[in-house]
């Protein structure tokens, strides 16, 4: 069978490292996928979006991917900083819904 | 040149006293939405506004209202709080339509006491 990563709560790199965070998402009819970071004490903010009918997306230094077969999302990040470090939710919502279910989040942790 | 902006910023209100909390934003944007986020736990979504159109999640307790007077500003109205409606409170905005990315405030902290 197909290897999918598992959700895990916290996370912990080195600087200078790449960083897979994974969620899984639950309704299979979603078609809009988003990354937020959550930086302690605010809000979440937007990093990278992917639509169903893509499997991959890359920003700057971030990459989202997208398998809908088993209905798993990841962000990489590459050459983890400091800055980095926050905690992550995926977003899955449907058209015309006006809304997203938030998944369950990550914490990053990044050492220097 | 804040987009979404939420006051107060912490809030302490006592046990069954009625407390609203305020969001207000510059974006133009049609939909606005309230979360609750209880430590460690993902956003939770009470409800949102499509315009002037209200919509209630079905699991968010009828102690929880609220108001969109015009477009730039949301309220969130607890009616009588608990000790167990501590937490910090988003709002966010989004173009509607299509879906796209939400604007979040920095959210207000909200203590029970």
């Known amino acids: 069978g197909e290897s999918v990563g598992l959700h895990l709560p916290t996370l912990s790199v080195q600087e200078g490292d790449n960083s897979i965070i994974n969620c899984a998402y639950s309704?299979?009819?979603?078609?809009?996928f988003i990354w937020y970071k959550q930086e302690s004490g605010k809000g979440p903010q937007f990093i990278i979006d992917?639509?169903?009918?893509?499997d991959k997306r890359q920003g700057q230094r971030v990459t989202v991917l997208l398998n809908k077969t088993v209905k798993h999302l990841s962000l990489q990040i590459a050459a983890t900083q400091p800055g980095d470090s926050a905690v992550y939710f995926c977003?899955?919502?449907?058209?015309?819904?006006?809304?997203?279910?938030f998944g369950d989040g990550t914490t990053l942790t990044v050492k220097p | 040149d804040a987009m979404v902006i939420q006051n107060p910023r912490y809030q302490v209100t006592q046990f069954g006293k009625p407390v609203t909390l305020s969001c207000s934003q510059t974006?133009?944007?049609?939909?606005m939405y309230w979360y609750q986020q209880k430590s460690s736990q993902a956003p939770k979504l009470l409800f949102h506004?499509?315009?002037?159109?209200?919509?209630n999640e079905a699991d968010t307790p009828d102690n929880f209202q609220s108001r969109r007077p015009n477009t730039s500003f949301c309220f969130l109205d607890i009616r009588s709080p608990g000790l167990g409606d501590a937490a910090m409170y988003l709002c966010?905005?989004?173009?509607?339509?299509?879906?796209?990315?939400?604007?979040f405030g920095p959210g207000t902290r909200l203590t029970v006491t």
């Open positions: 966010a905005t989004s173009r509607g339509g299509s879906p796209y990315e939400q604007y």
């Open positions: 309704n299979s009819a979603s078609d809009y």
């Open positions: 992917i639509r169903s009918n893509m």
């Open positions: 977003a899955e919502s449907l058209t015309n819904a006006g809304k997203s279910t």
């Open positions: 974006l133009n944007h049609n939909v």
């Open positions: 506004y499509y315009d002037k159109d209200f919509n």
